[in-house]
C-alpha cells in the first residue's frame, strides 16, 4: 500500500513539472493556473474556480495588457527599438509596462499623482522607469496625469502613449490569452464568468471569448466596488450616474464607460454591488481557508463569484480572477489601525483578527 502510495505521489509530483522553457519575461506572461476555491466551492455545491494572475512574472493580471498593448504598437509600426512607452497609471499597469519595456529595451515613462505610497514610486524606478509624480487633479482638468502621459508622448519621436483604458488592445490581450486559457482548463464547462473592472480589458476580452465559444450560454457579470457607476449602469439598463463614494479596493471601478468596455456593455448579464467590509473579510478568509495572500480586488472578486454560484445554483462552474498578491498593500490590509481608520475593524470575525498582525 505504501509503496503504492509512494508511487502514486512521485508521479504526480513528476507530471508537475514543466517540460518546455519559455523566452524570458514576455514568455512566462499568461498560462497561469486555475485554482479550485474548495471551502466556498463546497458551501454551494457549484465549483468556484480563481485564475491566479498573481502568477504572472510581474505580479499581476496587468502584465498581459502591458505585453499586448505595446506588442501591439510594434505590429502596427508605432514604436521601433530604442523607443519610448508612456502611460498615467499608479498601479500594476506601470509595473507591468516597466518590466516590458526593460524586457524588450525601450525606455519607460510614468506619470501618477502625487498622493501614491512611496513604494510605488520606488518600485518602477527600480525596475527601470522614469517616474514623474505630478498633482493629483481630477480627469477634467488638463494637467491630470493621463492627459500629462499623452502631452508627453506627442512630443517625442517614436514614442507611444499606451492609453490603457480606451486602447482596445488592452481587452484583446485577454481575448487572445485569459479567455482561451479559461476554456481549456475549464474544458468549455464554464456557467459563469465574473469580475470587477477598472479599465474593463479583463472583463471584456475574456466575456467576448467566452460568449463566442458558448454560443451565448455562459453569463457574464460585472461586480463593482463602492463609488463606481458600472452596477447601477447595468442594473438601471443604461443610466449613468455621476460617481460618488469610494473603496478601498485599488485598481478597480469607474466612472465612465471606456472603450475597452465598450460596446461589450451591452452583452454583459448582470452585476453585482460588493461592500469594502465583505472584500476586506474575504481577503482575510482567503488566507485562513485556502492559505491565499491576495489583494482586495481579488477578495472582492471572489465574494462576486460565491454570490453569482448562489444564485446559478448547484452543479454550476464559476470562474473569476485573482488580480494580484496581497503583498503590496499589505500595510494597510493587515494594519489594525488602518482597519480601524476605514471603520472596517468590525468586519473580520472574530476568528480572523489575529492575521491584522501590523
Ligand atoms: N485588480 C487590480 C489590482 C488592478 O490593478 C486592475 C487594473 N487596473 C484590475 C483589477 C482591473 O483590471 P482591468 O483593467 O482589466 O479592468
Not at 505580479?59 to 508612456?86: C, F, H, M, N, Y
Not at 461586480?223 to 449613468?240: M, R, T
Not at 478597480?252 to 460596446?263: A, E, P, S
Amino acid at each position: 500500500m505504501l509503496a503504492v502510495l509512494r508511487t502514486a505521489t512521485r508521479r504526480s509530483m513528476a507530471m508537475s513539472f514543466t517540460t518546455s522553457t519559455v523566452d524570458g519575461f514576455t514568455g512566462a506572461v499568461g498560462n497561469t493556473p486555475l485554482i479550485y476555491l474548495k471551502g466556498l466551492s463546497e458551501r454551494t455545491g457549484c465549483k468556484i474556480l480563481g485564475k491566479a494572475e498573481f502568477q504572472n512574472p510581474g505580479g499581476s493580471v496587468k502584465d498581459r495588457a502591458a505585453l499586448g498593448v505595446v506588442t501591439d504598437a510594434e505590429q502596427k509600426g508605432r514604436i521601433r527599438p530604442g523607443g519610448t512607452v508612456v502611460e498615467g497609471t499608479a498601479g500594476n499597469t506601470g509595473i507591468g509596462l516597466a518590466h516590458v519595456c526593460r524586457a524588450k529595451g525601450y525606455n519607460c515613462v510614468i506619470y501618477m499623482p502625487d498622493t501614491q505610497s512611496q513604494e510605488k514610486i520606488d518600485l518602477l524606478r527600480m525596475l527601470g522607469a522614469d517616474v514623474r509624480p505630478v498633482p493629483a487633479v481630477p480627469y477634467e482638468n488638463p494637467k491630470n496625469y493621463n492627459h500629462q502621459a499623452r502631452d508627453f508622448a506627442l512630443t517625442l519621436e517614436n514614442a507611444i502613449w499606451t492609453d490603457q483604458f480606451d486602447n482596445t488592445a488592452n481587452a484583446h490581450a485577454h481575448y487572445v490569452s485569459t479567455g482561451p486559457e479559461i476554456w481549456e482548463q475549464t474544458q468549455g464547462k464554464v456557467d459563469g464568468f465574473i469580475c470587477a473592472t477598472g479599465t474593463g480589458g479583463t472583463l471584456a476580452g475574456v466575456g467576448k471569448y467566452l460568449k463566442e465559444k458558448s454560443g451565448g450560454k455562459t453569463k457574464i457579470w460585472l461586480a463593482d466596488p463602492p463609488g463606481s457607476v458600472l452596477y447601477s449602469y447595468i442594473s438601471s439598463g443604461g443610466k449613468l450616474n455621476e460617481r460618488s463614494g469610494s473603496s478601498i479596493t485599488e485598481g478597480i471601478g469607474q466612472g465612465r464607460i471606456t472603450n475597452n468596455l465598450g460596446t461589450f456593455v451591452k452583452d454583459v448579464d448582470g452585476a453585482l454591488h460588493i461592500t469594502d467590509e465583505k472584500s476586506i473579510a474575504m481577503v482575510y478568509e482567503m488566507l485562513d481557508s485556502e492559505g491565499l495572500y491576495i489583494g482586495a480586488s481579488s477578495a472582492l472578486n471572489v465574494v462576486a463569484a460565491y454570490e453569482m454560484a448562489q444564485t446559478l445554483g448547484p452543479g454550476n462552474t464559476v470562474v473569476t480572477i485573482l488580480c494580484d498578491g496581497a503583498y503590496r498593500y499589505q500595510s494597510r490590509l493587515f494594519s489594525k489601525k488602518w482597519l480601524k481608520s476605514k471603520g472596517l475593524d468590525g468586519a473580520l470575525p472574530d476568528r480572523l483578527k489575529k492575521y491584522a498582525v501590523l
